[in-house]
């Protein structure tokens, strides 16, 4: 599926600029395919939108895609959606899924082996935020488009 600008006339502030949505059902591939599908909704914005993406807010945009969509596969029956939004200067990810139990970030603990995903996701999206719904959950981080300026 194509990004979809939300507002060719200019939206209001907070409002999506673009969006795409994309449905998740497969195999073993679902995690390198949203990886692939966040990138290049992000590339699409940077050619089609003129929006200013650095590389590391690239990276930062598949890991966080990655660790979320391989924690719905693991913990969640059915299908996984993947909704990307760019609203102004950073990106929402929002990946939902059938499972309603909602996940705990764990205290940090270098000797636990897996487990990591959401202490991952916190330590470098600017926001996280995890809602209950009547069919399961959504988990949403965003994720700042351009890299901070250095201090010092």
Same mark, same amino acid.
Request: charged fraction near 25%; proline fraction near 9%.
């Given at each position: 599926m194509e990004p979809v600008p939300v507002d060719e006339g200019g939206a209001a502030p907070g409002a999506p600029r673009l969006k795409a949505s994309y449905a998740l059902d497969g195999?073993?591939?679902?995690?390198?395919?949203?990886?692939?599908?966040?990138?290049?909704?992000?590339?699409?914005?940077?050619?089609?939108?003129?929006?200013p993406v650095s590389t590391r807010a690239v990276e930062v945009t598949q890991l966080v895609v990655s660790e979320l969509v391989t924690n719905a596969r693991k913990y969640a029956p059915g299908p996984v959606r993947l909704d990307l939004r760019v609203l102004d200067d950073a990106l929402e990810v929002v990946v939902r899924d059938g499972n309603p139990v +909602?996940? %705990?970030?764990?205290?940090?603990?270098?000797? &636990? =082996?897996?487990?990591?995903?959401?202490?991952?996701?916190?330590?470098?999206?600017?926001? +996280?935020? %995890?809602?209950?719904?009547?069919?399961?959950? &959504? =988990?949403?981080?965003?994720?700042?488009?351009?890299?901070?300026?250095?201090?010092?």
């Amino acid at each position: 599926m194509e990004p979809v600008p939300v507002d060719e006339g200019g939206a209001a502030p907070g409002a999506p600029r673009l969006k795409a949505s994309y449905a998740l059902d497969g195999g073993g591939a679902w995690i390198a395919q949203a990886r692939r599908l966040a990138a290049e909704f992000l590339t699409r914005a940077c050619a089609e939108d003129d929006l200013p993406v650095s590389t590391r807010a690239v990276e930062v945009t598949q890991l966080v895609v990655s660790e979320l969509v391989t924690n719905a596969r693991k913990y969640a029956p059915g299908p996984v959606r993947l909704d990307l939004r760019v609203l102004d200067d950073a990106l929402e990810v929002v990946v939902r899924d059938g499972n309603p139990v +909602l996940p %705990v970030p764990r205290a940090a603990n270098p000797d &636990r =082996v897996g487990q990591h995903g959401l202490e991952i996701v916190m330590a470098v999206a600017q926001w +996280l935020d %995890v809602q209950q719904g009547p069919a399961g959950k &959504r =988990v949403t981080a965003r994720i700042a488009l351009l890299d901070a300026p250095a201090v010092g």
